[in-house]
């Protein structure tokens, strides 16, 4: 577990700027929301949290992004660290089809250079799906097709995939967006019991899953023709129930977005 640290974050593809000196704690042991309207510039900004923003040609940023302190983007420090530390998933599942369930989720140790014995891989593919909250479903077929499953259990996979490489933190980006409502509560729950030993940081549009799962909450705001800032950051309960910014009360009350 560690603690998440943006200070002064701002993005641009090309000359186009997408985020103003956003600053956001996102603390050791909690959920962190981030909500408001699409184009606001919160996938950005939750991809500069990993390093996966300078993957775009055009991408550019400014700004610090503390991993307990020390800051990823320092030049001595490798890509592949800070991808370890701090694993991502996607909106759509994307396990790797043809790959078995069991090498699904030990992908990611090949990619992050980690080199782990036969009965390390094994344990770690056990306690991964355990997290993740898909062991008891597909312990009997590990060497399946992860192109098999359905999408939430593709969606816990992806999970398991992640933790595999044991990491501090966890981005997600809107998980639950192409699930039925059964697989979005088996994944709200695992978030809830991985918040016990891993920082999470998910981008939501679903009010009620941002006051379900998170401890503390980020509104992201781009006003016309201007780059995405934070409105109001704080814990998630009294953004909801007593805003200060009449904007953050809008949003969270269905007014717009």
């Known amino acids: 577990m560690a603690t998440l640290d943006a200070r002064g974050i701002t993005a641009w593809f090309g000359d186009h700027q997408v985020l103003d000196r956003v600053s ?28 996966m923003h300078e993957l775009v040609p055009s991408a550019s940023l400014a700004g610090e992004v503390m991993l307990d302190g020390e800051d990823i983007y320092r030049a001595d420090r490798p890509l592949t660290e800070a991808r370890k530390h701090i694993g ?17 989720v030990i992908a ?30 597909v312990k009997d077929r590990l060497r399946a097709p992860g192109g098999g499953l359905s999408g939430g259990q593709q969606q816990r996979l992806c999970i398991a995939r992640s933790l595999a490489v044991m990491p501090r933190v966890l981005l997600m980006d809107e998980p639950c967006s192409a699930l039925d409502p059964t697989s979005t509560r088996v994944i709200e729950e695992t978030m809830l019991e991985l918040q016990k030993e891993v920082t999470i940081v998910i981008v939501t549009h ?38 200060i910014d009449p904007r953050t009360y809008d949003y969270v009350n269905g007014r717009f977005g």
């Open 88 to 104: 991502m998933v996607f909106q759509k599942p994307n396990p790797f089809p043809a790959m078995s369930i069991y090498d699904n």
């Open 206 to 243: 679903n009010m009620q899953q941002a006051q379900r799962v998170s401890t503390k909450c980020a509104f992201f705001l781009a006003a016309q023709g201007t780059p995405g800032a934070i409105v109001e950051h704080g814990d998630t309960e009294a953004m909801f129930e007593s805003p």
């Open 108 to 137: 990611g140790l090949k990619l992050t250079g980690m080199s782990v014995s036969r009965d390390r891989k094994d344990e770690l593919v056990e306690t991964s799906l355990t997290r993740a909250g898909l062991w008891k479903e």
């Open 24 to 51: 956001l704690t996102m603390p050791a042991g909690a959920v962190t929301a981030l909500i408001g309207p699409s184009g606001c510039g919160k996938s950005t900004f939750l991809r500069i949290l990993n390093r």
